[in-house]
């Protein structure tokens, strides 16, 4: 059974960096593309960040374009958002997610995603 285990949010001033670790366990890691999401109180959940199974290929909501950087390192099962440069309206809990291997739908797309981890809050004050 797949499992992604997030860490790494916390509170962080506006204008600070957070680094979020996503762990998977289960699966064969290295051949799947994986994503972040967020979903701020009362909002829907949105699309993030993806990154390739190779790592080679990387796509950002325009929100974060700039700001964000998504990485990984298949020899540890992992994958990475690294947050500069944060905002008051970034705050929200954090998902990663495995991506299914045929992108059928967008990949924004929830549906696009078949495991999701339990999620980790990152609060930006101002």
């Known amino acids: 059974q797949v499992q992604l285990v997030e860490s790494g949010g916390g509170l962080v001033q506006a204008g600070g960096s957070l680094r979020l670790s996503c762990a998977a366990s289960?699966?064969?890691?290295?051949?799947?593309?994986m994503g972040w999401f967020r979903q701020a109180p009362g909002k829907e959940r949105e699309f993030v960040a993806r990154?390739?199974?190779?790592?080679?290929?990387?796509y950002y909501a325009d929100s974060v374009k700039g700001r964000f950087t998504i990485s990984r390192d298949n020899a540890k099962n992992t994958v990475y958002l690294q947050m500069d440069s944060l905002k008051p309206e970034d705050t929200a809990l954090y998902y990663c997610a495995r991506s299914r291997p045929r992108l059928n739908w967008g990949y924004d797309n929830t549906d696009q995603y078949d495991y999701w981890g339990q999620g980790t809050q990152v609060t930006v004050s101002s």
């Open positions: 289960g699966g064969t890691f290295s051949t799947y593309a």
């Open positions: 990154i390739s199974s190779s790592g080679a290929n990387t």
